[in-house]
């Protein structure tokens, strides 16, 4: 394996899940990153060696098959060990399914640190990825297939046996938000088809993503409304009410309260870097 190895995802598409970047390195002695903040969430699985992540005023000293967790947001630093340095590889991904994944796999800004729980088939998925896109970087979809790989590794098996016996609430909500985004829904329509009551539902949100339902809708439908505008020649008006918006002021407000840019400049932007590209 070379010393360092990178790749940087050309995907600007707003989406479930998205790829940006990975790589992977053979650290140096005493070899350190930071403090910093990163953007999108980053997935480092040890490789071989040892070294430490510091976080929340807390250090998790890791070694080899053992990874750590590092949020958007959060000021992180790590440093490869003094006498057996670490080799390691990253992934950075995103998307509004991510918080799901995450738990999923038992991660989450509480739970920052994870093991191979596929006998060695993480390493062997995260590999594959990083090989797969110096090869086939071209082909989203096959990326995207490979990242749904690596996750399946570290999937907590007791935590969806839960699940399967007791539907978590909140998954109920978001089926719900996913296939009924484009209609005119009310929140007290989401909580009616859970079979709970709206301040529970909203207790629910607060607690899983830190959002109210409402916020969670608007937010999806604008993430929607991104891709659209990334991927089609549909008109403004056409958009809005494809995600549900049922005028165009309404999306134009709650689109500029989030990107700060009118869904025109968004789109205007997006073509100046096509043609830059």
């Not at 510091?54 to 947001?73: A, D, M, Q, T, W």
Request: with cysteine.
């Amino acid at each position: 394996m070379k010393s360092k190895l990178e790749f940087t995802s050309k995907s600007k598409l707003s989406r479930a899940l998205t790829l940006y970047y990975g790589g992977s390195e053979v650290c140096a002695h005493s070899h350190s990153f930071g403090p910093a903040i990163r953007q999108h969430y980053l997935l480092h699985y040890i490789l071989n060696g040892k070294g430490k992540y510091y976080v929340n005023n807390k250090c998790y000293e890791l070694k080899k098959g053992e990874g750590f967790l590092i949020c958007p947001g959060k000021s992180t630093y790590y440093k490869a060990d003094k006498e057996d340095p670490w080799e390691y590889c990253w992934i950075s991904f995103d998307g509004y399914d991510t918080g799901t994944i995450l738990k999923s796999c038992g991660l989450s800004k509480e739970n920052l640190v994870f093991k191979d729980n596929g006998n060695g088939s993480f390493k062997d998925n995260i590999l594959t990825l990083i090989h797969n896109y110096e090869i086939n970087s071209n082909n989203e979809y096959a990326l995207l297939g490979q990242l749904y790989l690596c996750f399946s590794s570290i999937y907590d098996l007791s935590d969806s046996k839960e699940r399967n016996t007791c539907e978590s609430y909140a998954d109920k909500a978001l089926d719900y938000i996913y296939n009924h985004f484009s209609y005119d829904i009310k929140i007290s329509d989401i909580a009616k088809y859970v079979g709970i009551d709206r301040t529970y539902l909203y207790k629910i949100f607060i607690e899983e993503y830190n959002i109210s339902p409402q916020q969670y809708l608007i937010s999806f439908r604008l993430n929607t409304a991104v891709n659209l505008l990334e991927t089609t020649k549909m008109n403004i008006t056409e958009i809005s009410y494809s995600c549900g918006f049922r005028d165009t002021p309404t999306f134009y407000k709650h689109f500029k309260k989030q990107f700060n840019v009118t869904p025109i400049q968004y789109r205007k932007s997006i073509i100046d870097y096509i043609k830059l590209s």
